[in-house]
Structure formats: C-alpha cells, structure tokens
C-alpha cells in the first residue's frame, strides 16, 4: 500500500507537470516509446510498456483522438503499427523539458540514496 501510494503521489507531480500541454505522464511515456520504435506494433508497444495488448489499445486510442498519433496496418495486416505525427511531435518536444524539470524534483526529493533504491525496486520485478 505504501508504494502504491508513493507511486500515485509522484505520477501527480509529473502529471502537473505535464498539464500545461495536455499530456499526462502515462500518455508522455506512450509517445516517447512510440517515437522510439515507430512505427511500432501495439503488442510490441504493450511489452516495451510492460501493458497488456487491451490496455495498449485503449491507451493509443485516447492519444490518436488527441491527434498526437497514427495507426496504420503493418506488414502483417492483423496487426496495427503506430507513429508519432506531426502534432504528436511538436507535443513531445514541448513537455520533454517539463519532464526534465519534474525529474530532477523528484529526484532532488528522494535523494541519491532513495533514488538508487528505487533502481533497484525495479530490477526486483
């Protein structure tokens, strides 16, 4: 419950950070991971996310109505790929520096020690 909780308080301070471009931390990750593969399939997206292919659908879809994506069909036709377009580009390039400077708080308010910590929560999973 404690790092249930911890988890939901940071994800809030990036998502303020975030909602000046109207963005929340989950759809930033989405789109960094988009650019980072596209165009990608939505089950290759799931694992890069470490989400299932259902919510990686729903996920994309909410970007796609934001106009920051694109679904198109891959080599395989039963598979849909996604790429950032030209919207979803500029969106990226405008909350990279807020997630830079949300970083950096967090990792300010942690500390080196917690920080580390942290890494190493998640190399246990």
């Not at 109505?65 to 377009?85: F, P, T, Y």
């Amino acid at each position: 419950m404690q790092l249930r909780k911890a988890a939901r308080k940071i994800g809030a301070q990036y998502d303020a950070a975030l909602a000046p471009i109207g963005i929340n931390i989950a759809q930033f990750s989405l789109l960094r991971a988009v650019e980072r593969g596209q165009p990608v399939s939505l089950t290759e997206l799931g694992r890069t996310l470490d989400l299932d292919r259902s919510t990686m659908g729903r996920n994309v879809r909410v970007v796609e109505k934001l106009g920051l994506v694109r679904l198109d069909r891959g080599e395989d036709q039963r598979e849909a790929v996604v790429s950032l377009n030209e919207h979803g580009v500029a969106v990226l390039r405008l909350a990279e520096p807020l997630w830079e400077r949300c970083q950096r708080q967090v990792a300010d308010q942690l500390g080196p020690t917690r920080l580390q910590l942290l890494g190493e929560l998640s190399q246990l999973f």
